[in-house]
């Protein structure tokens, strides 16, 4: 499966942008899809995450409240809402999906065999 990211952006703090990342060549359906992001100079990061099934939604602790991962009915598209960013949210942001990653397993990039390319979002203060 290829995955395209999209969406980000320059913003300022408290602002909101929604990432997209869209399948080509099939759908999301039995596969976990998630978003990491790397700030500069940082490793990548998990941010969200939804399990193989669908049903169960992962975040980082520190994008509780403020970000939602969510997909379209077809499953062939996955986003990010974002809302009350903050600057140390600066960074790329990319999705990612694997149909065999173990929940035990989904914060780890390790665990993801598709990637797409990254999109910049940076929060300015």
């Known amino acids: 499966v290829q995955l395209q990211a999209s969406g980000g952006g320059l913003v300022q703090a408290g602002d909101s942008l929604r990432l997209s990342c869209a399948a080509s060549g099939r759908t999301f359906r039995g596969y976990a899809v998630a978003w990491f992001r790397q700030a500069p100079g940082m490793e990548r990061d998990f941010v969200a995450a939804?399990?193989?099934?669908?049903?169960?939604?992962y975040y980082k602790d520190s994008v509780k409240g403020r970000f939602t991962i969510s997909r379209d009915n077809d499953r062939k598209t996955v986003y990010l809402q974002m809302n009350s960013l903050r600057p140390e949210d600066t960074a790329v942001y990319y999705c990612?999906?694997?149909?065999?990653?173990?929940?035990?397993?989904?914060?780890?990039?390790?665990?993801?065999?598709?990637w797409g390319l990254g999109t910049q979002v940076t929060v300015s203060s």
């Open positions: 990612a999906a694997s149909p065999s990653v173990i929940n035990s397993n989904l914060r780890s990039q390790a665990a993801y065999a598709y």
């Open positions: 939804f399990d193989r099934t669908g049903g169960g939604i």
